[in-house]
């Protein structure tokens, strides 16, 4: 079956660097994404790999490493705002994409 | 990016009542539209995959007869949520996939529907 894997909560603290990671088992493969998603309200996208390595965008990055079935989100300069959940999902052979439960991040002063 | 407008944006209903719900691309053509279901601090459960002309591909547990997909246009996808009950209360959303190389979906804004 197919299956994405990420962790359900992390904690950090204002101004510090967070690491999301996510694995994943699918049927083909054809990139992976990651999304925010503040309560109540929907998904807006953050980034997009479909290559191995990182892509850089801002305070944020993302990582893929297609042998290993392996990504991870990387936060820096959090700021209170960044509180949210963080989806991570991967398009499979038909162009669906499969989505992870999501890691909810609580940031503290 | 590209926009996806959703309408309403929360609706409160009757049970037994039927509630529609409209998602619009605004400025692209969306050959592919995506609903999803969302429950409070559950991940996205998509529901249906709705293409542009044709019947909509429904996921293993949902009920074609009770959520009602029509994708008229490449700009329009409409859920009709039919004989609500208060067990189909939730977060649903749509999606756009857009034309771009990185296959991206633009999400609506989301409607809340809560059924009495």
């Known amino acids: 079956g197919q299956n994405i894997d990420q962790p359900t909560e992390m904690t950090a603290t204002e101004g510090a660097i967070v690491q999301i990671n996510c694995t994943y088992q699918?049927?083909?493969?054809?990139?992976l994404f990651w999304y925010q998603q503040h309560a109540g309200e929907a998904p807006t996208f953050l980034s997009y790999n479909v290559l191995d390595g990182l892509e850089e965008k801002g305070r944020f990055s993302s990582f893929l490493s297609r042998s290993k079935g392996y990504s991870y989100l990387l936060l820096k300069e959090l700021q209170m705002k960044d509180s949210a959940s963080y989806l991570c999902?991967?398009?499979?052979?038909?162009?669906?994409?499969?989505w992870g439960a999501g890691t909810k991040l609580i940031i503290k002063p | 990016g590209a926009v996806v407008s959703q309408h309403p944006s929360r609706v409160i209903c009757k049970s037994g009542t039927s509630v529609k719900i409209e998602c619009r691309s605004l400025?692209?053509?969306?050959?592919?539209m995506f609903w999803y279901r969302q429950f409070p601090k559950k991940s996205l459960m998509l529901m249906a995959t709705s293409n542009e002309g044709s019947k909509a591909t429904y996921e293993q547990g949902v009920e074609k007869d009770k959520f009602l997909i029509n994708h008229a246009s490449l700009t329009l996808s409409t859920l009709t949520v039919t004989s609500a009950h208060p067990e189909d209360s939730s977060f649903y959303i749509c999606?756009?996939?857009?034309?771009?190389?990185?296959?991206?979906?633009?999400f609506g804004p989301g409607t809340r529907l809560t059924v009495l």
């Open positions: 999606s756009a996939r857009g034309s771009g190389e990185n296959n991206e979906q633009f």
């Open positions: 400025d692209f053509q969306a050959t592919t």
């Open positions: 999902a991967v398009m499979d052979s038909n162009y669906q994409l499969i």
């Open positions: 699918t049927s083909g493969f054809n990139g």
